[in-house]
């Protein structure tokens, strides 16, 4: 029996799989094929294995198979490798949909407790959790993620990421009831 042959992904690529997923609806067999690829990825690759798991997560959560997300998403934790959206918040809302919220709050103080997750990680927990119900939690990690990055000069795709949290927080702090403050006062200045 030969190697396994190794492949390279690209950007692109991953691309193409996913809006096919989405016109196709065919997400379950994306998510397969972005698991074998995960598999067969070399060290090289644009696309990290980490990455790839995650996306494979993802699919079978917009499938509706959240065990498979959260198996994907371990996979990733494994790896190691970096990925857009921390895995272990994507296995938090994928767990607190099977309603396993001790797994789920476990894998948001290891977050916690790491080197500061991205405010793309800090978006999807917001946004999880305010989907929960879990407004005051919700408003933790906005308020968290906003803190870590304001006062900073990012790049504009940071800067757009920086408001879009902002404007998550403000919508979570309307409906917790609570005041303006000096953050909500930033969405001014977009």
Not at 132 to 143: C, K, N, S, V, Y
């Amino acid at each position: 029996m030969g190697a396994m042959r190794l492949t390279h992904v690209t950007t692109a690529e991953l691309d193409r799989l996913e809006f096919h997923a989405v016109r196709s609806g065919e997400h379950s067999r994306i998510a397969a094929q972005l698991l074998d690829l995960a598999n067969r990825v070399d060290a090289g690759s644009e696309v990290t294995r980490a990455e790839l798991f995650v996306r494979a997560g993802e699919q079978w959560e917009i499938a509706q198979e959240f065990e498979r997300a959260c198996a994907a998403y371990q996979r990733a934790m494994d790896d190691g490798g970096p990925t857009v959206v921390d895995a272990h918040a994507l296995s938090a809302g994928a767990l607190l949909q099977l309603d396993e919220h001790d797994l789920a709050y476990e894998h948001l103080k290891r977050l916690e407790t790491g080197d500061g997750p991205g405010l793309q990680t800090h978006i999807h927990v917001a946004e999880v959790l305010y989907a929960h119900d879990d407004l005051e939690g919700a408003e933790r990690w906005a308020t968290a993620g906003a803190r870590r990055f304001e006062g900073t000069n990012p790049p504009a795709y940071t800067r757009d990421l920086f408001f879009e949290l902002l404007r998550i927080r403000f919508r979570i702090r309307t409906d917790l009831g609570l005041p303006e403050d000096d953050l909500d006062l930033l969405l001014d200045t977009e």
